[in-house]
Every structure is written in C-alpha cells, then in structure tokens.
C-alpha cells in the first residue's frame, strides 16, 4: 500500500501508511507521516528513500532498529508533536539523551540536556546544602576559582577523604521463606535467597561490591545520590558481609519481619516469609 501523496515529486512511496517497527524486540506501529515528520533525522532518512531496500526487517517483515525498545516510546511521542513529556522523576534522562542523538534529533537532545542555573551552578551532583538552607546572596558563577573553592570545602567537610575512605552507612536486606512442618523443626523446607539488595549512597556501594553489584533496576544513578534499588550478582550473605567487613564497615543493627500462611488447607504446615534488613557503618 502506497501513500498517493507524499510530496515526492508525485511518485508513488514504497511504504505502507501505518508502519510496522521493530526496535530492540518491542514492536511499534505508527504513521509513515509521523516517522518523516522530523527533517534530517534518521528515521526520515530511513523513510523517504525511493526504495525499502536496504533496510533491516525481522522475521515477520517489520523494519528492525537495533536499539533500546523501552525508550524509543518516547522518541516516537517527541515525533508526533515535537514535544517532551516524560513521567515525573524519569531516571533514564542520560540514556535517552544518547537515543536522540542517535535518531539526529537535536531540538530533543536540546530539552533533555541539564540545565544549571545560579542558584545551583554544580547541579544535584555537588556537594553542597539543602536549597532551603542556601544563601541568596552568594554569587555562585561558574568559574574555576569558585569550583576549586567547592571542592575545597567538600573535601573539609566530609570526613575520611583524605584517605580516600569515606564514612556512612550501607544497608542490605533479603526476602526469603520456608515451610515448617506440624511435628517438628526438622521438617523445614528452605528456599534459597533470590536476591540482596543494597541500599545507600552509589558511590559506596560501587566501592564496595564493584562488579558484583546489578545496577540495571536504577541505572546512571549520580555518586553522590542514594538509592534502595540495586541489588547483588551473587545470593550468599556470607559473601556480602566478607566485602562489607574487607572495606571497614561494621554491623551497627539488623531487623527482621515476619508472616506465616498454611500451605495447604487439610495439612498443618506452615509457610513463613521474611524480611531481613543488617545496616552496616563506616567511620
């Protein structure tokens, strides 16, 4: 099916009216009109050729890009009106900056890019107080002389950087469960721990776990911000608290909640589901 208008010089496209996309394993379907709606971009590259040749299809004949499928939804909504709306604390701001790039749509890339202003000239990443507590009347441009200042001061005010250590708290938690027998303790069935997670600053928990820490559920999280939503490559507590102990932390608490449901309803046994918190603290 053909479009009989396409404003190329009367001849006929060799694109459908409603276009099939493969992007990284997510299937979209939208407007040849909208996928050339953004001049110079790669999509209305792609698209106002003479012929479809050329261009990778799936097994079921959709056009294929071999990029990220779950923000490429925002790509195509910013080319059906040239507008960005994205959900409130969006997370993958850094990763979608790399999208448009890739697509060559520089007015998006424009509104994704950081803004700083005055008031806070070193962005969310600095070390600096809280806004409400920030003087109104300190001059805070950009220049090498102020940011020397700063970091002058940060490296004052936060302790155990001078040797390269710094001091706060790390928190690691598992949810496990088990099924307990009418008769006695020996009839408990234990399941494995699926998974540990890690909660606090980013840059001790990378310091800490490096490598064996996942950080795919909270991705391009800056140094300085915290976090509840890594968690570990590997399942054995023992292993965590050998890293912890290896980098001077120490247990300080630990907590654990609890609930119990019958597994079956003509037998006694029990299932139990907990939830296991240590926090661990560095000097």
């Not at 276009?19 to 001049?39: C, K, M």
């Not at 012929?51 to 959709?62: E, F, V, Y």
């Not at 099924?179 to 399941?191: C, E, N, Q, W």
Request: include cysteine.
């Amino acid at each position: 099916m053909a479009l009989p208008d396409s404003g190329m010089s009367g001849e006929e496209v060799p694109f459908p009216e409603i276009v099939e996309l493969n992007v990284g394993g997510q299937v979209y379907i939208t407007r040849y009109s909208t996928l050339t709606s953004v001049p110079d971009s790669l999509l209305w590259e792609m698209f106002s050729r003479k012929s479809a040749k050329g261009l990778a299809r799936d097994t079921k004949g959709r056009f294929f890009v071999d990029r990220d499928g779950f923000l490429f939804r925002y790509i195509l909504d910013y080319m059906r009106d040239q507008q960005l709306v994205l959900p409130d604390h969006f997370p993958e701001r850094g990763r979608l900056q790399r999208e448009a790039e890739f697509f060559n749509l520089p007015e998006l890339v424009k509104l994704l890019v950081p803004k700083i202003s005055k008031q806070n000239s070193l962005g969310d990443e600095g070390c600096q107080s809280d806004p409400e507590d920030s003087s109104p009347g300190i001059d805070m441009a950009p220049n090498l002389s102020s940011l020397g200042a700063v970091a002058a001061a940060c490296a004052s005010l936060v302790p155990g950087t001078m040797d390269g250590k710094r001091s706060g708290f790390i928190t690691i938690g598992y949810r496990g469960s088990y099924t307990l027998g009418r008769d006695s303790h020996t009839d408990a069935k234990f399941r494995r721990v699926a998974r540990i997670m890690v909660c606090g600053k980013t840059s001790l928990a990378k310091e800490v776990f490096g490598e064996t820490l996942n950080e795919s559920r909270d991705p391009d999280r800056p140094p300085e911000r915290y976090t509840s939503r890594y968690y570990l490559k590997f399942t054995f507590l023992e292993q965590a608290f050998d890293k912890l102990a290896d980098a001077g932390f120490h247990m300080v608490a630990c907590n654990s909640t609890g609930t119990c449901a019958f597994a079956h309803e003509q037998t006694d046994d029990k299932i139990w589901t907990s939830y296991t918190e240590y926090v661990f603290y560095r000097e």
